[in-house]
């Protein structure tokens, strides 16, 4: 398959980007991490295998929550299927494979007395595996598995009591999988457990309180992360020598009119509330963006309460949370356009960012409404954080969906993995942006959350109505290999 770039996505012109169609050929830097992604629930199954705890998202979706009332109950059946699954990765090439643990497997009623030697026997055997094909586990601690039983006694993350219980978790982890796994997140994606978990409660655990839930559920997981963080450094550190960090989610924000500072100051806070709100406390001063505080704040005092409602750390927390981050892991699918909508006095808790967003209906389209390929946001998404934070990126996650049919011949995700790698090309090569490494999303069809079975984001087809889960190369799994093995685009 020729390489094509953007191209292919007829963009209407209003958003001027010079090069967006132009390719650029050439290798990403020696040492590239070339991966694929997935995470426990979505893949695995095995939901009480071998004494399994049950998690927030065995409920959501056992209570008939996800589309078509269906589960991960089975999944991929990646609980058995693991050494099937090193196999595909092996065959692509990939350097490195992201997976998560699940937290009730290991623990399922959620505490170190409850720890089950079964479960943690399964990661042991997945990383055995990966390490005899010589690919590198990538291991992500929470993906959104939250053991059932700490929802049910604590209220989940929006109780301080959690801090201790996660650190308990990770130190386990790393003293298990220490000697043998180096690179570690600790929290998948912050943004959407707190925003759609605590917020606008259309995931687990359906928590409807946007003023309060979501700040609060954030203020333990910032804390529990540099915890977590602090312990490998003192227990495991020089030891193993690994890296620990987290993976952060935000569409690149795109000012409606970039001419207009209210616009692109507007796109700025959008970033800020969405990644900002767990970076600028890792990487940055261990406190919230100063926009939060003012935009949190200030909607405070107008819906005349006393005080902000964003929680306040205090200066112990703020020096044990700055700096616990050794690389910045970025999850990033598209690009919102953003549109200031100051509304300093308005009561509605929706809305704290006072930034209007959208996608234009004449963006090109995916299996997923929110997921419009713009290539070209990527290398600006890139450049943004790179210029904020001062890491070392991992794009732990990209990667797009299609419709639920059987469709191995997947052109459109050769043509969105061709355009968006380049686009990373461009960020690494042309503005000396330091991306470390890519994981696409996903080694396989999975289960996508509320939306089941029905958004297909694999490289391998996986068929859910066989009992054996077989799964298939799709062409999008070569086209990926071929980029893998030159590392980068051959002219
Ligand atoms: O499968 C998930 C992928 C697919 O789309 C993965 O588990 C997540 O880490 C990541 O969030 N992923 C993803 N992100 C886009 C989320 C958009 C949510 C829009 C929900 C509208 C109600």
Same mark, same amino acid.
């Given at each position: 398959?020729?390489?094509?770039?953007?191209?292919?996505?007829?963009?209407?012109?209003?958003?001027?980007?010079?090069?967006?169609?132009?390719?650029?050929?050439?290798?990403?830097?020696?040492?590239?991490?070339?991966?694929?992604?997935?995470?426990?629930?979505?893949?695995?199954?095995?939901?009480?295998?071998?004494?399994?705890?049950?998690?927030?998202?065995?409920?959501?979706?056992?209570?008939?929550?996800?589309?078509?009332?269906?589960?991960?109950?089975?999944?991929?059946?990646?609980?058995?299927?693991?050494?099937?699954?090193?196999?595909?990765?092996?065959?692509?090439?990939?350097?490195?494979?992201?997976?998560?643990?699940?937290?009730?497997?290991?623990?399922?009623?959620?505490?170190?007395?409850?720890?089950?030697?079964?479960?943690?026997?399964?990661?042991?055997?997945?990383?055995?595996?990966?390490?005899?094909?010589?690919?590198?586990?990538?291991?992500?601690?929470?993906?959104?598995?939250?053991?059932?039983?700490?929802?049910?006694?604590?209220?989940?993350?929006?109780?301080?009591?959690?801090?201790?219980?996660?650190?308990?978790?990770?130190?386990?982890?790393?003293?298990?999988?220490?000697?043998?796994?180096?690179?570690?997140?600790?929290?998948?994606?912050?943004?959407?457990?707190?925003?759609?978990?605590?917020?606008?409660?259309?995931?687990?655990?359906?928590?409807?309180?946007?003023?309060?839930?979501?700040?609060?559920?954030?203020?333990?997981?910032?804390?529990?992360?540099?915890?977590?963080?602090?312990?490998?450094?003192?227990?495991?550190?020089?030891?193993?020598?690994?890296?620990?960090?987290?993976?952060?989610?935000?569409?690149?924000?795109?000012?409606?009119?970039?001419?207009?500072?209210?616009?692109?100051?507007?796109?700025?806070?959008?970033?800020?509330?969405?990644?900002?709100?767990?970076?600028?406390?890792?990487?940055?001063?261990?406190?919230?963006?100063?926009?939060?505080?003012?935009?949190?704040?200030?909607?405070?005092?107008?819906?005349?309460?006393?005080?902000?409602?964003?929680?306040?750390?205090?200066?112990?927390?703020?020096?044990?949370?700055?700096?616990?981050?050794?690389?910045?892991?970025?999850?990033?699918?598209?690009?919102?356009?953003?549109?200031?909508?100051?509304?300093?006095?308005?009561?509605?808790?929706?809305?704290?960012?006072?930034?209007?967003?959208?996608?234009?209906?004449?963006?090109?389209?995916?299996?997923?409404?929110?997921?419009?390929? $713009?290539?070209?946001?990527?290398?600006?998404? /890139? #450049?943004?954080? %790179?210029?904020?934070?001062?890491?070392?990126? +991992? *794009?732990? !996650?990209?990667? $797009?969906?299609?419709?639920?049919?059987?469709? /191995? #011949?997947?052109? %459109?995700?050769?043509?969105?993995?061709?355009? +968006? *790698?380049? !686009?990373?090309?461009?960020?690494?090569?042309?503005?000396?942006?330091?991306?470390?490494?890519?994981?696409?999303?996903?080694?396989?069809?999975?289960?996508?959350?509320?939306?089941?079975?029905?958004?297909?984001?694999?490289?391998?087809?996986?068929?859910?109505?066989?009992?054996?889960?077989?799964?298939?190369?799709?062409?999008?799994?070569?086209?990926?290999?071929?980029?893998?093995?030159?590392?980068?685009?051959?002219?």
């Amino acid at each position: 398959l020729p390489v094509q770039v953007g191209a292919d996505f007829a963009y209407p012109d209003v958003f001027n980007d010079p090069d967006r169609d132009t390719p650029l050929y050439g290798k990403f830097p020696d040492g590239f991490a070339w991966g694929s992604a997935t995470s426990a629930y979505q893949v695995e199954g095995g939901w009480d295998a071998d004494g399994k705890g049950k998690s927030i998202w065995d409920t959501l979706a056992q209570a008939g929550g996800c589309a078509y009332g269906q589960t991960g109950n089975v999944a991929c059946d990646s609980y058995n299927k693991y050494a099937q699954d090193v196999q595909l990765a092996k065959a692509m090439g990939l350097t490195h494979y992201r997976f998560s643990i699940s937290w009730p497997r290991v623990m399922p009623d959620g505490t170190l007395a409850s720890l089950n030697e079964a479960g943690l026997a399964y990661y042991e055997a997945l990383v055995d595996e990966l390490l005899k094909e010589n690919i590198e586990p990538v291991v992500t601690l929470y993906h959104w598995d939250l053991p059932q039983v700490l929802q049910d006694v604590y209220g989940g993350w929006e109780n301080d009591s959690l801090v201790e219980l996660f650190n308990d978790y990770a130190d386990v982890c790393f003293e298990r999988l220490g000697s043998k796994v180096k690179l570690w997140i600790t929290f998948n994606e912050p943004y959407v457990v707190c925003w759609l978990g605590y917020g606008i409660g259309v995931f687990a655990p359906n928590i409807n309180d946007p003023g309060y839930g979501p700040y609060r559920a954030a203020h333990t997981i910032i804390k529990s992360h540099g915890m977590a963080y602090n312990t490998y450094q003192q227990k495991y550190k020089a030891q193993y020598g690994g890296q620990v960090s987290i993976t952060l989610s935000t569409d690149f924000g795109l000012p409606e009119d970039e001419n207009n500072p209210a616009h692109v100051a507007a796109a700025d806070r959008y970033m800020q509330f969405t990644a900002g709100w767990f970076a600028h406390p890792i990487f940055k001063n261990g406190d919230y963006p100063d926009v939060m505080k003012w935009q949190v704040g200030n909607k405070s005092l107008a819906q005349g309460l006393s005080e902000s409602r964003l929680p306040v750390f205090t200066e112990e927390e703020k020096q044990y949370i700055a700096g616990t981050g050794d690389f910045f892991g970025l999850n990033a699918y598209t690009t919102t356009v953003c549109k200031d909508n100051f509304r300093p006095t308005d009561p509605n808790y929706e809305d704290d960012q006072d930034v209007d967003r959208y996608q234009p209906d004449n963006w090109p389209k995916s299996g997923s409404d929110w997921l419009r390929p $713009v290539p070209w946001g990527l290398r600006r998404l /890139l #450049n943004w954080v %790179s210029q904020e934070y001062g890491k070392p990126i +991992y *794009i732990t !996650e990209n990667g $797009v969906s299609t419709a639920d049919v059987a469709e /191995l #011949n997947d052109t %459109s995700r050769q043509t969105y993995y061709g355009a +968006y *790698i380049n !686009e990373v090309l461009k960020a690494s090569v042309l503005d000396g942006v330091d991306v470390s490494g890519y994981f696409a999303w996903s080694l396989m069809d999975n289960f996508e959350w509320t939306s089941g079975y029905t958004q297909r984001f694999g490289l391998h087809y996986v068929d859910f109505e066989d009992p054996d889960r077989p799964r298939t190369q799709k062409d999008s799994a070569a086209f990926y290999a071929g980029l893998v093995a030159y590392n980068g685009f051959e002219e």
